[in-house]
Every structure is written in C-alpha cells, then in structure tokens.
C-alpha cells in the first residue's frame, strides 16, 4: 500500500510539473563558471542566454536533472556545496555542503534507477553519493583518472558515463566501486565538460569549453560527432530537460503500472 501511495503521489507531481507549462518543448541547458545559465540549441550549437543564477551559489560547475520530482541541482566549487536551482528564476537554493572541503564537483549526474545523485571530484578522482537532503559526500570509490571528470546517465541502457578533461576520453564509470572503464578518445575535444543524455532521441550531449562547441558522443566508440559551435564561454555543466508531455506520458504510465499491482 505504502508503494502504492507514493507511486500515486509520483504521478500527480509529474501531472502538476505538466500543468504549469514552463517548458514548452525539450530543452538542453548549460552553465558556465560565471553563473549564466543558457539554452542550448541541439541542432546547431548556438547558446541563449537564459538569466544569471543567484550569487549565493559562488562559482558554478555541475548540473543534474532529476525528471521524477522536476529537481535541478547545481554544484559550487567555490563554496564545496550543492543546490537545488530554479531555472526560471536562476534563484539557488543551498541544500548543504559536502563535509569537505578538498572536494571539487564539476561532475554531477541524477540516477534515475537508484534515485542517487552522483558527484565526481577532481581533488582524487573520486565518485560519490550526495545526499539529496543534507548535501552531504560520501565517497563510493576512486576513478584512477585526474584533472576534472564530468558524468552522464543513460536511463535507456542504464549506464553512468564520464569525460575527463586530463585525457579527452569518454568511459564509463561502476557506480559499486567508481572504477573507470576507458571506451575510447573523444578526437576533437580537448577540455570536454557537462554531460547531458536526451531520452527522448537516444542522444548523449557534451559541450567542451576549449574548443567551445556542442558534440554527440558515439557511446560505442567514444567519438565526439561535432553538432556546432556555442560561442565563446567557459560552459560547465549541462542537462536535459523533456517536454511537458513527456512528463505527461509517464505520470500516465505510473498510474497504469500501479493499477496492474492491484
């Protein structure tokens, strides 16, 4: 009964998300160091800038989405710190601090299977499981890789990828151990940032801040397939956020496998 309750209540918030109409069609959005958060255009790179997130969030870095409960969470590094953002005011709100102040997330990403939030650290090229409430790091396991690491999930295939800028190379990561598996070089990318996967077209997104495009990953290989350029900046972090219907169809979708349990 418990499970069902909260599978119900998971359907009207993604029904009440749908109602409000903020996102009229699917939406890529990146941030960049100095707080301005930008929609992307996914067909040709070019970036639209959106609002300027609050400056209680210090210098920004990583961004997650989660499609569930229509969270975003955005990482300081400055102030060691993670956040829940709204993306319509770019107001931050603190959750908390990571307990640690050696600790630098440029990666983040939202596990949809397990409802963990995932952050990477450049300070030992560590993966680690923040906590939604507190903010609060704790550490799952090392990487091996160096330099900044950036994470992205594939709800479709259920894998936790990462890109690290010491290497340009794409991998995927164990969420157990935090172990890193190299897939391939990225060739082209040479200081490559946010991860972003659309599930609606079955596409990983990554923006690099050196060459400053937009590209598709070939998740098979590890090649960066460039989209377009997003002009000069030092964008971060990125994330994709569906359309209203979308969100729609799977509140319908809870609801229909809730009844089948009964």
Known sequence: ???????????AALLAVTATGAMAQPQLIAVDSSRALYDIDMNTGAKTLLCTVSSNAGTTG??????????VYLTSTSLDSVYTLDINTCNATLIGPYGDSAVVMHGIEYDE??????????????????NKVT????????????????????????????????????????????AATLIGTLNGPTNPNGLAYDWDTDTLFMVDNSTDNLYKIDRATGQANLIGSTGTGNLLGLMYIPEPAT????????????????
């Not at 729609?248 to 009964?262: E, P, Q, Y």
Request: charge should be positive; hydrophobic fraction near 35%; proline fraction near 0%.
């Open 1 to 11: 009964m418990r499970n069902t309750r909260t599978t119900l209540a998971l359907a």
């Open 62 to 71: 990583g961004l997650a989405y989660d499609r569930f409960s229509n969270t």
């Open 113 to 130: 299977s397990t409802g963990i939030l995932y952050g990477a650290s450049s300070h030992n090229g560590g993966l680690y499981n923040i």
């Open 135 to 178: 903010g609060a790091a704790t550490l799952i396991g090392t990487s091996g890789l160096t330099s900044f690491t950036n994470l992205g999930y594939d709800s479709a295939a259920d894998v936790l990828y990462a890109t690290n800028s010491g290497s340009d190379s794409f991998y995927t990561i164990n969420r157990a151990t935090g």
């Open 247 to 262: 969100l729609s169809l799977m509140a319908i979708g809870l609801v229909a496998l809730t009844r089948r349990r009964r």
